[in-house]
């Protein structure tokens, strides 16, 4: 890890009462009004930060929405013990989604396990085996799916909207929380005593796979700790493309 800064901290953030309340109205009524316009709406959790604002809205507003998360084979111990922490606190059920077994076993067969180290094709290979395919099976069927996408999170979020077309399935796809400021949301997380995963007290502000996520200093790009080999518009993994 570059640097001699401290490592990055979940931000106090203290905000008026009353914007904490509408962030509140206005995530409720854009979740209600994709339930009340879908049958069948499917949420993709990581169970970091974001997505567990979302969950929250889901559990609170939102029910109908299912959530799952994808079981990539290569996640922290903490992210398998927060679907069951995350369950227990709000009485829900998260599927566990896991990749084709053929599909991995393609991969390091070609590349190793490790491989994605190794050059940018073979990191979208294996997001690819282990995200993107579970992810298009576990959509299959689905009118609509939600995120836990915000602007300020990436340079190659910057221009997410609240309901976009997903071109490669043909369904909309909502981000309730695309307008959140960094802010927004770790004051809503404290302000509603959300659960929050482990690794955020561990210098990690973004979740992923324990190979391809580490802390991060207090000075550096809050995207730092992923794909840090990588340049920025890289840092991806196939979930979010066009
Ligand atoms: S984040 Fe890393 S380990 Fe996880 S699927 Fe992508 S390349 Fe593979």
Redesign the pocket.
Known sequence: MPGNSPLWQVPKVELPHAHLVNLQQVLEERLTRISNQFNDVRFATSLAAEDMAVTDGIAKYAKSIRIFTLF?G?LHDQTIQMKTTVENHYGLSIDGVEPQVQDVQAFIAQYGLNG?YDSEEA?KS??YA??VKPLELALNGAQAWVTGLRRSQAITRNELTFEELDEVRGIPKFNPIFDWSDDDLWAYLAWQQVPLHPLHHQGYPSI??E??TRAIRADEDLRAGRWWWLNKQSKE?GLHLK
Do not use: S, V, Y
């Open positions: 990539t290569r994605f990191k294996c997001c282990r995200k992923g796979c190979p391809c993994c």
